[in-house]
């Protein structure tokens, strides 16, 4: 008698042991959801930019398991309050630039480039007053003029947007 309890007793442990195993052995829920990159804005005030606008810092939060090394920097604006009826673009890519580990900030002399090359668009466009804008990194390897479809397949990072104020300081309109 003795011997059958061990024995009902060995199994009922096995049979528990093995149910724990199936549940260690589910896949875990990944830490990070989303694209690789999440991006937000400096809280502190930036020198105002003579080009007439100034595009606050960006700093980046990465997923540590997928690091890029450098990326674009994609600039989405609405050029709707314009006074020109050209054909309109609402979009520039800025060249790549490095973003080492897995948190950071653009540089300075980034941010004023990105925003003398969007006051000369928007100037292009006789804007001026309120402009809303969106902001996302890109893999390095996006095309100068990429499509929709490109941004997308290429995109690291949601898009940030932001409204800015431009003066722009050759009103020629």
Not at 7 to 17: D, Q, R, S
Not at 20 to 28: E, L
Not at 40 to 64: C, H, M, Q, Y
Not at 72 to 78: E, I, N, P
Request: hydrophobic fraction near 40%; glycine fraction near 6%; proline fraction near 8%.
């Amino acid at each position: 008698m003795r011997k059958t309890m061990l024995l009902v007793l060995t199994g009922l442990l096995f049979v528990a042991g093995c149910e724990g195993n199936k549940q260690a052995a589910a896949p875990a829920t990944p830490k990070w959801k989303g694209l690789p990159y999440r991006l937000a804005f400096d809280t502190k005030e930036r020198k105002p930019n003579s080009a007439g606008l100034t595009i606050p810092t960006v700093k980046w939060t990465a997923n540590p398991d997928l690091l890029e090394r450098r990326a674009a920097v994609a600039v989405r604006f609405d050029v709707s309050g314009g006074k020109k009826d050209d054909a309109v673009m609402n979009q520039m890519i800025m060249g790549a630039t490095d973003i080492p580990g897995a948190e950071g900030a653009l540089p300075a002399d980034y941010m004023d480039h990105m925003s003398e090359e969007l006051a000369a668009y928007l100037g292009a466009y006789c804007l001026k007053g309120k402009v809303k804008i969106q902001i996302a990194f890109e893999r390095s390897s996006v095309n100068p003029r990429p499509t929709e479809s490109e941004l997308e397949n290429k995109r690291l990072s949601d898009w940030l947007p932001v409204e800015i104020d431009f003066k722009n300081p050759h009103p020629k309109c």
